[in-house]
């Protein structure tokens, strides 16, 4: 059984920062495409970042050079350090497992920053931020 257990988020003040973890279970996340996504209120989820191979990282225009994700393979678990976190950012986040990689230093899919294929979702952490 496939479990992603996400953690990290809470309340912090414009221009500050918060590091969300995303425990994996059941799958081994270096074979996978990994991704944070995030959902407003009354919106649907949008992508924030996914990678596949420690190099192969794909971000969301609204969040380049802010945010940053990576994989500790030792410890199966996603990251999102999130710096100069904006009133924008205030968003329920969630991490999933998108796709499994074609080869261990691929990256992953066009289209896969979207999140419409992604097959396992965590329950999602709240990152609010005050301005």
């Known amino acids: 059984q496939v479990q992603l257990s996400e953690s990290g988020g809470g309340s912090v003040q414009a221009g500050g920062s918060l590091r969300l973890s995303c425990g994996a279970s059941?799958?081994?996340?270096?074979?996978?495409?990994m991704g944070w996504f995030r959902q407003y209120p009354g919106k649907e989820r949008e992508g924030v970042a996914i990678?596949?191979?420690?190099?192969?990282?794909v971000y969301a225009d609204s969040v380049k050079d802010r945010f940053a994700i990576s994989k500790s393979n030792a410890e199966n678990t996603l990251y999102l350090q999130m710096n100069n976190l904006k009133h924008e950012d205030t968003a329920l986040y969630f991490c999933?497992?998108?796709?499994?990689?074609?080869?261990?230093?691929?990256?992953?899919?066009?289209?896969?920053?979207?999140?419409?294929?992604?097959?396992?979702w965590g329950q999602g952490t709240q990152v609010t931020v005050s301005s």
């Open positions: 999933a497992a998108v796709h499994a990689l074609t080869w261990s230093a691929g990256g992953c899919k066009p289209g896969a920053l979207s999140g419409a294929e992604a097959i396992y």
């Open positions: 059941g799958i081994t996340i270096s074979r996978w495409c």
């Open positions: 990678v596949g191979s420690p190099d192969r990282t």
